[in-house]
């Protein structure tokens, strides 16, 4: 078994497959984040990017524009099922995009060498996270930059935050683990995860925290359901072996947090990042 292999099965089951079920508004609700993204890693026609840990792929797709005339995207997963979606919807066009079922972590990323390395909470769930970093700093061209996103604590995270504590209240607690575990949260800690990337060999390393408001058309009892039913409930949910009674009642907690947040055209949800970036100087 691979380091990472509980992660790929993870995200192969049902709670990763929740991924493509909701697939349409996790996209419009992530948007922000992308062009958080693109804003830090300001992508260039020609260049060749890559995007570790892609799901389903809206980042890539988000960049892609920004690459074209001759540029190209690889996007890398643990998860068959999340690829195959992102494969289906690739766009054909100037750029050219190429998915691989690849773990970033100790395996050969074809393509290379790249000019960027970016990710969209996609890279906190490695078990040695140096021996990654590693892994893909030598994938970099000499000079190339990497920027990822990932999340910042759990408090004031209301997106993480509420649904866990809607689960916890109904199901019962987590167990007690180390906060830098392979996770969502893993990377909260920006001074250790600057002194992570640095000890994998990038330079001119910078970690910075930024709100970002997280953006759904709404109506709130769709955004209640979504946030219900992936992240922290749904790994609630599973341990538990919860069932539609609870993903009900979690619903009905995290409406009620959620309302505050309620506008006439949106729901808008603020979310507390970690953006980090690093350059390959060899």
């Known amino acids: ?45 020609g ?3 890559l995007d570790i840990g892609c799901g389903t792929g809206a980042t890539a797709r988000a ?4 690459l074209a005339p001759a540029g ?20 054909e066009g100037a750029v050219t995009s190429r998915y691989h079922l690849v773990d970033a972590q100790n395996e050969t990323i074809p393509d290379a060498p790249f000019d960027l390395v970016t990710s969209r909470f996609g890279v906190m769930f490695f078990s040695d996270p140096v021996v990654a970093f590693k892994n893909i700093r030598e994938h970099l061209r000499p000079g190339g930059r990497m920027v990822v996103a990932a999340w910042s604590n759990i408090s004031g995270n209301p997106w ?14 987590m167990d007690a683990s180390d906060p830098h575990a392979p996770g969502p949260l893993a990377f ?3 001074a250790r995860v600057t002194g992570l990337l640095k000890d994998a060999g990038f330079q001119n390393v910078v970690g910075e925290e930024t709100v970002v408001t ?7 009892e769709r955004v209640a359901s979504l946030a219900s039913n992936i992240g922290p409930a ?34 808008l949800i603020p979310a507390r990042l970690n953006f980090f970036l690093g350059e390959n100087a060899d």
Not at 63 to 66: E, G
Not at 235 to 264: C, M, N, W
């Open 1 to 45: 078994m691979n380091s990472n292999q509980q992660q790929a099965d993870y995200w192969s089951s049902e709670p990763g497959r929740k991924w493509i079920t909701f697939e349409n508004e996790l996209d419009l609700v992530f948007e922000a984040v992308n062009a958080a993204l693109i804003q830090r890693a300001n992508p260039q026609p």
């Open 47 to 49: 260049e060749h990017v």
């Open 63 to 66: 960049f892609a524009p920004h």
């Open 72 to 91: 190209s995207i690889t996007a890398l997963d643990i998860s068959e099922p999340l690829l195959e979606q992102a494969r289906s919807r690739a766009v």
């Open 160 to 173: 993480f935050e509420e649904p866990r504590n809607g689960a916890v209240d109904q199901l019962g607690p």
């Open 188 to 190: 909260q800690d920006i």
């Open 214 to 220: 997280l953006s759904h058309p709404g109506p709130l």
């Open 234 to 267: 749904a790994r609630v949910l599973k341990k538990y072996k919860g069932g539609p009674q609870d993903i009900e009642a979690i619903k009905s907690f995290v409406h009620k947090k959620f309302l505050p947040f309620e506008t006439p055209g949106a729901v």
